[in-house]
């Protein structure tokens, strides 16, 4: 997805979307990730960001709730980071598979943990 690529290269900001159960059954796994990925954050933030082509950008992230249902609202939740709000890199904490064709058609790259 070119647009994402470019507003990153122009804001000074890449943001990563977060699709996180922080609601449901799995609401227990959703929380320590989303705390883990902000102190990275601010960790590399306060350092100075990171350099793509000698610019300077810093990183923002939007959160999703999934709600424990992946195969529903998570693949809702991914249209929504990739297609409207145009993240830089989609962030997946469970049951990868199911987006996998999202994945392929969106032509990002994806973390896992």
Known sequence: MPGARASVAG???ATVGAILPLSGLFSTLGPPELDAMQ????AIN???GFKVAGK??????KVLDDESAPATV???????LVEVDHVSVPV??????????????ASLPV???
Do not use: C, F, K, W
């Not at 300077?56 to 992230?61: K, L, N, S």
């Not at 998570?74 to 929504?80: A, E, K, P, T, V």
């Open 46 to 48: 306060s350092g100075g």
């Open 11 to 13: 804001s000074g900001t």
């Open 56 to 61: 300077q950008h810093t990183i923002a992230v």
């Open 92 to 105: 997946l904490a469970d049951n990868t598979r199911i987006y996998a064709a999202q994945v392929r058609r």
């Open 111 to 113: 973390l896992s943990p």
């Open 39 to 42: 102190m990275a954050i601010e």
């Open 74 to 80: 998570g693949i809702s939740d991914y249209r929504q």
